[in-house]
């Protein structure tokens, strides 16, 4: 039987291990996850989490399931070392793993801001659970935040902050939030909404350096020389891939870790998944590395299947998804699009419902859904069986991606 180590509890690596239980592998199968608790969700962390004073951390699966399924969970132990010549793992306990086979869901960590002052107290940034409960801490005794970076953690914060009553500042150095990843329709409609909803965000601004009293955040220098006033920041400037192990092991790494349409890296016993790995996607034809919970899971299952000799022959071609609550804005996108693709609105922005969604040529290739369900799940199940509505059909008014899908 094939002896099966998982490197990293989040939520591809649990996924990886429940998929293989459930499609029937029945030798030795490990997880092995850095982090102290027992794996949790990560997406409530810069939402819910942040809300309620008391939330506590919502489990993947519970104790009695790693159990039943016969998963040897070791938490709190970090993989130092991938042995590739004997086959084998070391971990930081002392001990060693062999494996037949090897999953890297190893995730990804927060990039820092190399400006002088990033080390004083009161600067955080929001990936763990263990973040998560000292952003919390400290918003509950804040007097006004600033957020650097307007992705999707940083908004998220934004509108958690608001929430509560504080006055918060955002600065983001591109000329929109949320990156080149959303249309510019949907960026400026979300810009509005966080700025009617009292967040101060500048956009092409940065931060020089954190200035504080004591080892404590008092506030920031922008690059235009605005002067901050914040005790209380969190960065959020995007993360990078954990490929340490795999660049020790000396693996193909290129942001990410280079596996091919199978998630296999360039050792064929050795698979890839999630935010730490860099695929080729189907759709786009370019290489990807996407940091959601739907890649985790679906990439999760598909090696799942590669492990026990069922890969699907086609590779791994999943419709990309994703979702982000920034206090009233609930955003899904369904697909993936590029800086050059047209983006035509369905409904009307004005009333906070509308999906943009972006053709190539006469593709549709991604759907931006705002506060509008029924159209993101139109669009996955058209995405996934390659339809598309003619663009002029968006023009009439009674047309319905829900009804087209049917
Ligand atoms: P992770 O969940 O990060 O898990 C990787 C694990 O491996 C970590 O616990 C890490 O510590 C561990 N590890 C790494 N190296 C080692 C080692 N050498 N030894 C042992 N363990 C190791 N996605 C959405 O789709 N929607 C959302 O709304 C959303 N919100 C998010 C909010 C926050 C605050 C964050 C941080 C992410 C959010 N995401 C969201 C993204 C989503 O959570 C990630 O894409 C997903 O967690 C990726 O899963 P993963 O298993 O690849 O990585």
């Not at 998929?19 to 810069?46: C, F, I, K, N």
């Not at 690059?223 to 914040?230: R, S």
Request: hydrophobic share 40%.
């Amino acid at each position: 039987t094939t002896s099966v180590v998982v490197i990293g509890a989040g939520h591809a690596g649990v996924q990886t291990a429940e998929a293989l239980r459930t499609m029937g592998h029945t030798g030795p199968l490990t997880l092995v996850g850095d982090e102290p608790a027992l794996p949790y969700q990560r997406p409530p962390l810069s939402k819910e989490h942040l809300d309620i004073a008391d939330a506590e951390p919502l489990p993947l699966r519970g104790t009695q399931f790693f159990t039943e399924q016969q998963i040897q969970l070791c938490t709190g132990v970090t993989v130092t070392m991938i042995d590739r010549s004997s086959s084998r793992v070391h971990l930081s306990d002392g001990r060693e793993l062999p494996y037949d086979c090897l999953v890297l869901a190893c995730g990804a960590a927060n990039r820092s801001l190399p400006v002088p002052g990033s080390d004083l107290d009161g600067v955080h940034s929001l990936r763990t659970l263990a973040d998560a409960e000292a952003v919390r801490a400290a918003m509950a005794g804040c007097e006004s935040a600033l957020v650097v970076g307007a992705g999707f953690i940083g908004l998220e914060f934004a509108a958690a902050a608001r929430k509560r009553g504080l006055p918060v500042t955002v600065v983001e150095a591109a000329e929109r939030p949320l990156g080149r990843a959303l249309s510019a329709e949907m960026a400026e409609h979300i810009t509005e909404a966080h700025r009617s909803n009292g967040v101060d965000l500048r956009l092409g601004a940065g931060v020089t350096a954190f200035l504080g009293d004591n080892g404590r955040v008092r506030g920031a220098i922008g690059t235009d020389g605005t002067e901050y006033t914040a005790d209380l920041v969190l960065v959020g400037v995007g993360v990078v891939p954990r490929d340490e192990l795999a660049v020790q092991a000396g693996l193909a790494v290129d942001n990410g870790i280079v596996v091919d349409e199978h998630l296999r890296t360039s050792d064929p016993d050795i698979y890839a998944i999630g935010d730490c790995a860099s695929f080729p996607h189907l759709f786009t034809g370019t290489r990807v590395r996407l940091e959601s919970v739907q890649n985790a899971t679906d990439q999760a299952r598909h090696v799942a299947a590669a492990v026990l000799g069922r890969e699907d022959p086609g590779g791994y071609r999943e419709v990309p998804w994703f979702w982000s609550h920034q206090g009233q804005l609930k955003l899904q996108i369904a697909g993936l699009r590029s800086s050059d693709d047209r983006a035509l609105v369905l409904g009307d922005p004005a009333d906070g419902k509308f999906s943009v969604c972006s053709y190539r040529g006469q593709r549709l290739v991604a759907v931006e859904s705002l506060n509008r369900p029924a159209d993101h799940m139109a669009a996955r199940r058209l995405l996934a069986e390659g339809r598309s509505p003619a663009p002029e059909q968006l023009a009439d008014p009674d047309f319905s991606l829900k009804t087209f899908a049917r």
